[in-house]
């Protein structure tokens, strides 16, 4: 068998320069031989591919003139390496240009032989246009992919199965401050810190089991230090022969959206103008703290704190002040008791509080004195002395219930109970509050329905000139005759009218019932027989009035019946004249160009702001029946009392002096100059028909 192989061998070898030009011309890959840079053979093939003939190429073409002329240096060089020897092999790609000057790009490979005793190169030259084309169309894709992605402004990042980066955009550089070329190839490990590692790589093999995507929010620090809330959305991918690949990620900055998000959850649950917790916030947070306390089995009391005169201050000073105060009575409760997050305010000038009080049922109490002593100090607000004081109920659990909302009404209704003994104090639930609690909001339910079914009537209290006692004026006052209740008391229904909002109707129907009959008793004949002997009835209004625009209308109601002004007077309370809200001023001013007289009542026991007297043309003071009650056993209320009438002399007003009951405080307030006096030493508040007798009597006394 071996000796057959030599046979063939040999003929082979014969033969050869029959048989191998052949081979090479019906090769299909360039076939050359070169010799001092010339083409001495070149296969069929190669001739073709750059559309020479055989012939054309072996009479003095070289390799580098048919290589594109950017890179006949590199080609020169690697020939001439290989023929001198330097190297025995090569290979080298470059494009080559054809006859016709369209380029192709093909590999050259070479290795050094002898040829008739000198040096020459043997090679084969493979056409890789197409591969090339497809290879640059790909680069092209990928600088496309890659442009895109770097356009992307959110971190992206790929990964393989095994947690290595496989790539990753600009935006993913800057936030793990690391550049791709050194980030290709490391995993999660070799750039974060152990724990957070730990966690991003868990959750990558998770996806990994369960390939598909996955989405989590996690805060997180960029390189440049910034913390940022973002969310990675992550997803994984095959090859092509469908084999898991690996994931891609994007890392989604959420920060405004959470920051929004925390505004509006802040929003929701906490006061814009004291930054304490509101009451949806105190709700939650008072079942927590239930809940605790029951698990722990120990008590906790809730404090329901109001602040007394704060509607006076808002109505008279403006909400401005009112808001200053409602903001330096939360930081004083804050002070007090020291844990903010126990502390809300629920609405208007209502705060509340938990205390905790695991064994001493006496802290509770001690807080609420220490409370109502910080709130009674005055409060220094844009220049204006306020003085306030507060109102606190308090509640325990479990012993008064186990439930938050319960507990919360409990503790309003306790502070309730301190407003009624006197304010500026505090009171603890007991079961009989409770009962008084659904009174109140039964009278609250009566009143709204009062006015219209005719339970209200307007009684008149004289007010008599003191030289001659004769009745000048009347005041109009509201009585309510509740159907069950019978008579009820303006001292009890004309707060609850003020706080649900019906004051307004309510002094409406006192002025209109007034209107009638100061018309009919300034009639002749009819109580008061002449012009000179004119009777004044005068109206009780309340801020609240004034601010809602409602006894603006008077003027026009009297200028439409054609009533004169000087029939009417308005009394207001003192503090009302510092209000600088346009409601209140131009209502005051327009009282004065109208020609309606305006009175200050309770005169001494408010605010005092003597400029502000003869701004608005002030008519009449009333003297508070707290300062004439004791004039004849107290020296001061008589020195007040006397300081008060010449004071307003001297500014054209004259003084009323109200709750007159014996002839002795008549005599020493004649002896002080008083003008007038009010109180049971005349008459009464009665029902209009009996003041019309009164008029009457004392016309005849008179007489």
Not at 39 to 49: K, Q, S
Not at 487 to 503: R, T
Request: charged letters at 25%.
């Amino acid at each position: 068998m071996i000796a057959g192989l030599d046979e063939f061998g040999s003929k082979l070898l014969r033969e050869a320069d029959i048989l191998l030009p052949g081979l090479f011309n019906y090769a299909k890959t360039g076939v050359y031989v070169i010799q001092d840079n010339r083409f001495v053979f070149v296969n069929r093939y190669l001739a073709d591919l750059f559309g020479y003939t055989q012939q054309e190429l072996c009479a003095g073409f070289g390799p580098v003139d048919l290589t594109h002329p950017p890179q006949q240096a590199m080609a020169q060089r690697e020939i001439d390496r290989r023929l001198s020897g330097e190297i025995k092999a090569s290979f080298y790609a470059c494009r080559g240009v054809c006859k016709d000057g369209h380029l192709i790009d093909v590999e050259v490979y070479g290795v050094t032989t002898q040829f008739e005793g000198r040096p020459a190169i043997i090679g084969i030259l493979l056409d890789v246009t197409e591969r090339c084309a497809a290879e640059r169309e790909i680069a092209d894709q990928l600088g496309f992919i890659r442009q895109l992605m770097d356009t992307i402004p959110s971190p992206l990042f790929f990964k393989d199965e095994a947690g290595r980066y496989l790539g990753c955009n600009t935006a993913f550089e800057n936030y793990i401050g690391i550049a791709r070329a050194d980030l290709i190839g490391r995993s999660v490990f070799d750039i974060a810190p152990p724990d957070l590692a730990d966690k991003y790589h868990a959750a990558d093999r998770e996806l990994f089991d369960y390939p598909g995507t996955q989405t989590y929010e996690a805060a997180v620090t960029y390189a440049d230090g910034t913390r940022r809330d973002v969310v990675f959305n992550k997803a994984t991918f095959t090859k092509a022969d469908g084999s898991l690949g690996g994931l891609v990620g994007v890392i989604l900055d959420i920060s405004e959206r959470k920051q929004m998000e925390r505004a509006i959850w802040h929003e929701a649950n906490y006061d814009a103008l004291t930054g304490l917790a509101n009451r949806r916030r105190f709700k939650v947070r008072l079942n927590e703290e239930i809940a605790g306390a029951e698990q722990a089995s120990q008590n906790l009391a809730l404090l329901f704190i109001d602040l007394d005169r704060f509607k006076e201050v808002n109505d008279t000073l403006g909400h401005d002040i009112g808001d200053l105060l409602l903001i330096e009575a939360g930081r004083r409760i804050c002070r007090t008791l020291g844990n903010n997050e126990h502390i809300a305010r629920l609405g208007g000038d209502e705060f509340v509080a938990i205390l905790p009080t695991p064994d001493d049922r006496e802290s509770a109490p001690m807080a609420a004195q220490q409370l109502i002593r910080a709130l009674d100090s005055p409060f220094e607000l844009n220049g204006h002395l306020v003085y306030v004081s507060a109102s606190i109920g308090i509640a325990y659990y479990p012993d008064d219930t186990r439930s938050g909302e319960t507990l919360l009404s409990y503790a309003d209704q306790a502070m309730y109970a301190a407003k009624s003994m006197g304010r500026n104090c505090f009171q603890r639930f007991t079961p009989s509050l409770q009962q008084r609690a659904r009174q109140r909001l039964a009278l609250s339910n009566d009143l709204r329905r009062a006015l219209g079914e005719g339970q209200f009537e307007v009684y008149y209290q004289p007010i008599v000139e003191l030289g001659s006692r004769r009745i000048v004026k009347a005041e109009a006052l509201i009585r309510w005759h509740h159907p069950q209740r019978g008579m009820v008391s303006p001292a009890e229904f004309i707060p609850i009218a003020e706080d649900i909002g019906v004051i307004g109707e309510i002094g409406q129907h006192v002025f209109e019932q007034a209107t009638t009959m100061a018309l009919r008793w300034n009639t002749p004949g009819m109580g008061q027989p002449s012009p000179e002997e004119s009777l004044q009835i005068s109206i009780n209004i309340s801020p609240r009035q004034f601010v809602t625009g409602k006894c603006g209308d008077w003027i026009a109601y009297l200028r439409e019946r054609g009533l004169p002004s000087a029939m009417l007077s308005a009394e207001i309370t003192e503090g009302l004249l510092l209000d600088e809200r346009p409601a209140v001023v131009d209502t005051l001013l327009a009282f004065r160009d109208a020609g309606i007289q305006v009175s200050i009542d309770d005169f001494g026991t408010g605010y005092s702001a003597m400029s502000y007297l003869k701004k608005f043309d002030i008519d009449y003071l009333k003297i508070d029946r707290s300062f004439v009650r004791d004039l004849t056993t107290d020296p001061g209320d008589l020195a007040i009392a006397e300081a008060m009438i010449v004071m307003a002399h001297k500014l054209g007003i004259r003084v009323i002096a109200e709750g007159v009951e014996t002839e002795a405080q008549c005599a020493l307030l004649l002896e002080a100059g008083c003008d007038y006096a009010q109180g049971f030493l005349f008459s009464p508040p009665v029902p209009a028909a009996s003041f019309e007798r009164l008029l009457d009597q004392n016309r005849v006394t008179r007489a």
